[in-house]
């Protein structure tokens, strides 16, 4: 059993509470990241972290019984779960059983692509313009949608979410060195899509 779990099994909800308010601050950077922008006058991320935590509170007997990831990421993985589902409902989509997400990331890769699209044109200043074109977005997704999938997500873990090496190696289950080869490689097509973009 992890320490975190032992602190759930003996400190209960006090306990539940403190561990969810030191990862607060990581999942709205999450959930800001990740929340579709069609949606950002509709939903409140502090909702989203609220019904995050409920559901935390239901499920948290089966994690203090198997404890197999940090209590950051599998709080980090209902967090998506539950942002996955509330767009779902506003877009009017059914999940189906057998979709669950139990990583990060959609089906399709696209809500990750254009996620970081967009996290690069809200930081990409020159002394000619403060935003990318949205026709220059739209290039840079269809560029991020060429890479590995698991490549894309640790990218975004990474360099957007700030998570370190070891707990991107935890959410996408793969080893240390994995993780940190997949970065490496990420950032590298990253910097030469970057190029292309703003040179095309």
């Known amino acids: 059993m992890t320490v975190e779990a032992e602190q759930l099994q003996h ?9 969810f308010s030191s990862c607060r601050d990581r999942l709205e950077r999450l959930v800001d990241f990740r929340l579709d922008p069609r949606l950002r006058s509709r939903i409140d991320p502090h909702d989203i972290l609220q019904e995050t935590y409920l559901e935390i509170s239901r499920r948290v007997t089966d994690y203090i019984s198997r404890p197999e990831v940090s209590f950051y990421i599998w709080a980090r993985q209902i967090t998506v779960q539950t942002l996955i589902d509330t767009q779902r409902r ?5 999940r189906s059983p057998t979709q ?12 990750t692509c254009y996620s970081i699209a967009r996290a690069i044109a809200a930081n990409h200043t020159t002394p000619s313009r403060a935003a990318m074109k949205a026709e220059e977005i739209e290039q840079l997704h269809a560029a991020l949608a060429t890479l590995d999938e698991i490549d894309r997500e640790v990218l975004a873990m990474r ?36 190029q292309n973009v703003m040179n095309g």
């Open 100 to 111: 669950e997400v139990s990583l990060s990331f959609e089906q399709d890769g696209s809500g």
């Open 90 to 94: 506003h877009f009017g989509q059914k």
């Open 11 to 19: 400190g209960g909800e006090h306990a539940l509470a403190d561990l």
């Open 159 to 194: 360099h957007f979410e700030h998570l370190n090496n070891k707990e991107v190696a935890e959410a996408l289950g793969l080893s240390i060195t994995a993780a940190s080869n997949r970065y490496v490689r990420a950032m590298t097509r990253l910097s030469e899509i970057l």
